[in-house]
T-cell receptor
């Protein structure tokens, strides 16, 4: 399975943009890039996903490199509620197992 | 969000005991999953079910069994609990009826299990 590499932790200030990087140099042509986050004492929640083009939704933006070997999750204006562990996950929609493969993720710390 | 509920939320048990964790969903999704999370690590897939008649093993199924009693209910059992099964357990659901994308998974609040 293609793997992802993320920094263990990042720190940012409230109301500033946050760029969370993810490297996936062995990504296949059919892998989608998904991001989930896990708030303290909660289950993970879906954030965003994409294949080749940059994507925006109400929670975040996803910027995907042209060669697809890396991507960046962008929180445009971080709040204290965005403090969480962020997971970058590759999924092949045609794959049989269908479960999500979580790494250790990036622990995002937001300073007031 | 109470669409995916798990019971109990916390459980302390002893080595060798049988224990069942239950998951219920009101989202009407066809697929359900059980994951475990160990401290400082990501989640690992234990079992998943595509529908009531379709159960599949995940990455770490040894020592666990599951039952899909209905579309809305998916239970995880530890037949004889051991201390290294102490972990956070999460249930999740997804809706495949609209196709394989994005197949977003929705997670319950988790069950904290301690095996002494």
């Amino acid at each position: 399975d293609a793997k992802t590499t993320q920094p263990n932790s990042m720190e940012s200030n409230e109301e500033e943009p946050v760029h969370l990087p993810c490297n996936h140099s062995t990504i296949s042509g059919t892998d989608y890039i998904h991001w989930y986050r896990q708030l303290p004492s909660q289950g993970p929640e879906y954030v965003i996903h994409g294949l080749t083009s940059n994507v925006n939704n109400r929670m975040a933006s996803l910027a995907i490199a042209e060669d697809r070997k890396s991507s960046t999750l962008i929180l445009h204006r971080a709040t204290l509620r965005d403090a969480a562990v962020y997971y970058c996950i590759l999924r092949d929609p045609g794959g049989g197992a269908d479960g999500l493969t979580f790494g250790k993720g990036t622990h995002l710390i937001i300073q007031p | 969000d109470a669409d995916v509920t798990q019971t109990p939320r916390n459980r302390i048990t002893k080595t060798g005991k049988r224990i069942m964790l239950e998951c219920s969903q009101t989202k009407g999704h066809d697929r359900m999953y059980w994951y475990r999370q160990d401290p400082g690590l990501g989640l690992r897939l234990i079992y998943y079910s595509f529908d009531v008649k379709d159960i599949n093993k995940g990455e770490i199924s040894d020592g666990y069994s599951v039952s899909r009693q209905a579309q809305a209910k998916f239970s995880l059992s530890l037949e004889s609990a051991i201390p290294n099964q102490t972990a956070l357990y999460f249930c999740a659901t997804s809706d495949f009826s609209q196709g394989p994308l994005p197949n977003t998974q929705y997670f319950g609040p988790g069950t904290r299990l301690t095996v002494l």
